[in-house]
């Protein structure tokens, strides 16, 4: 997940006053002040974070090399240094970079959790879980650490530590979007659709991930063959992204056509099973389960 991160660093600056001497005999007419020495001027670090936030992540790239000649080892160029590698996924690159970040010393939220997910990305899976697992002791309170970690597990297809950790995640930030998503997914998988959908109805109430909520609602409600309510969903992603709520919605209109001609099938009704295939022919020519259809109508309805 993409985060814009603000790294906080003090500027100490020494101001020098100089007395005049005290001195009896008349002054003569002060002549022009001396030119103030300037210190160097701070990296303009507005400039790359607006095009940080614009995506242009190549002109940022080359936004920061040009402070950092002036500027070495800043620790906040340094970090968009590692936040554009990222973007551009040149997850070895950012690696270096956030490296260097930790190297002058600083300590950040920020900073753990883009390091630890450019470790996953390179798939380095054990230096990641240390990384979070030092960010825990500093960090405890932080829900997106124990989210991370339920990554590693879900990936390691550690299924029962992810469901923990995302859980965990919750117990620190209940409405935590990518926690919710993920162990609603995790229990739709496992045929738990009762607490799958506890976990997306609280989702969908959160406007970021109203569409990404209403997609999986939509094809767990599916799953449970409610058509109806599933495709209330459907057009609630319409109202969002009508394409993708096109395609969802065929996709649900093939499964619900398939599942009524299974069941009746099953309950061997096969003057309407058969009348049903030849209308999910015309309506859906050219779909994949049609083979498999025929073959169970001509196996439980035979002429």
């Not at 990518?178 to 959908?197: C, F, M, N, V």
Request: proline letters at 5%; one cysteine or more; aromatic letters at 8%.
């Amino acid at each position: 997940m993409q985060r814009r991160v603000f790294l906080t660093i003090g500027i100490c600056l020494v101001t020098l006053s100089c007395r005049e001497p005290k001195t009896r005999t008349p002054q003569k007419d002060p002549g022009p002040e001396p030119i103030a020495k300037l210190t160097q001027a701070a990296p303009n670090l507005e400039a790359v974070q607006k095009l940080l936030g614009e995506g242009k992540y190549d002109d940022a790239l080359s936004a920061v090399d040009r402070e950092l000649t002036a500027h070495p080892d800043h620790p906040k160029l340094l970090f968009f240094q590692g936040f554009a590698y990222f973007n551009l996924k040149k997850y070895e690159a950012a690696l270096a970079s956030f490296g260097k970040v930790r190297k002058t010393g600083v300590v950040s939220l920020e900073l753990t959790i883009s390091l630890s997910e450019t470790l996953f990305y390179l798939q380095k899976y054990d230096e990641c879980e240390k990384v979070l697992r030092e960010g825990m002791q500093k960090f405890p309170k932080a829900a997106a650490l124990w989210y991370n970690l339920g990554g590693i597990y879900a990936e390691k297809k550690d299924l029962e530590n992810a469901k923990k950790m995302y859980a965990e995640a919750l117990l620190r930030e209940p409405d935590f979007g990518p926690a919710l998503y993920s162990l609603g997914d995790l229990h739709a998988s496992e045929k738990a659709y009762d607490k799958a959908l506890e976990m997306l109805n609280k989702l969908v109430a959160q406007e970021k991930y109203k569409e990404i909520a209403h997609a999986k609602l939509a094809i767990v409600l599916s799953y449970q063959k409610k058509w109806e309510e599933a495709l209330v969903h459907v057009g609630e992603l319409e109202k969002i992204n009508a394409a993708s709520g096109k395609l969802l919605r065929d996709k649900i209109r093939v499964s619900q056509a398939f599942g009524e001609l299974g069941e009746l099938i099953r309950s061997k009704k096969c003057k309407d099973a058969k009348a049903r295939l030849e209308t999910i022919r015309k309506e859906f020519p050219g779909a994949p389960a049609l083979p498999k259809a025929q073959e169970l109508l001509t196996r439980d309805c035979p002429r």
